[in-house]
T-cell receptor
């Protein structure tokens, strides 16, 4: 149980392109989803917290107009990297916490490796 | 502010050796949760354990064991008889559990990770 699907797993695109990443909880409902960014050989840095039906909460230093987050349902959150540039190349990982598990663990997707040429 | 420190950047062992990964944390919260996650080369994060701040009992799961000591703010992870498949990056994480309007926040703060390499 507690499977989180993230799609696509890898994206390579030209500078200036907008890229959408989907995060789905497959077998549970998630009120809250989290988006992380990980540079090579570094830790995960929280970008934003996404709550179903409300605006995402962004961490300090994360541009909300650059990284658009939509949490339209209890099983889907999307991250759109708008007008991506090479410095946006990174590994993006989402996680979800079950609706009935306020203090439960976050379950992570497999990540999306984004490469901007 | 919360902080998690994993002082060991890289550890290299030979198969069947025991290995301990250290984790030290800082928080002002009295209620919090500690986690360990494994990240194999493929990149996904695998949940290993969750421990709440009121439960200091050590836990054992197969070859894995965890030692939580509140007095030293440490939550160390030991792998007994390590195997090549244990090679991965291991992250310790801390979660604040403040309630905002009845909804748990649950933000995770990760340590820098420890790269474990187990040689045959």
């Amino acid at each position: 149980g507690a499977v989180v699907s993230q799609h696509p797993s890898r994206v390579i695109c030209k500078s200036g392109t907008s890229v959408k990443i989907e995060c789905r909880s497959l077998d549970f409902q998630a009120t809250t989803m989290f988006w992380y960014r990980q540079f090579p050989k570094q830790s995960l840095m929280l970008m934003a917290t996404s709550n179903e039906g409300s605006k995402a909460t962004y961490e300090q230093g994360v541009e909300k107009d650059k990284f658009l987050i939509n949490h339209a349902s209890l099983t889907l959150s999307t991250l759109t990297v708008t007008s991506a540039h090479p410095e946006d190349s990174s590994f993006y990982i989402c996680s979800a916490r079950a609706l009935d598990s306020l203090f439960g663990p976050q379950h992570f997707g497999d990540g999306t490796r984004l490469s901007i040429l | 502010a919360q902080k998690v420190t994993q002082a060991q950047t890289e550890i290299s062992v030979v198969e069947k050796e025991d290995v301990t990964l250290d984790c030290v944390y800082e928080t002002r919260d009295t209620t919090y949760y500690l986690f360990w996650y494994k990240q194999p080369p493929s990149g996904e994060l695998v949940f290993l354990i969750r421990r709440n701040s009121f439960d200091e009992q050590n836990e054992i799961s197969g070859r894995y064991s965890w030692n939580f000591q509140k007095s030293t703010s440490s939550f160390n992870f030991t792998i007994t008889a390590s195997q090549v498949v244990d090679s991965a990056v291991y992250f310790c994480a801390l979660s604040e559990q403040r309630l905002y309007g009845g909804t748990s926040y649950g933000k995770l703060t990760f340590g820098q990770g420890t790269i474990l390499t187990v040689h045959p």
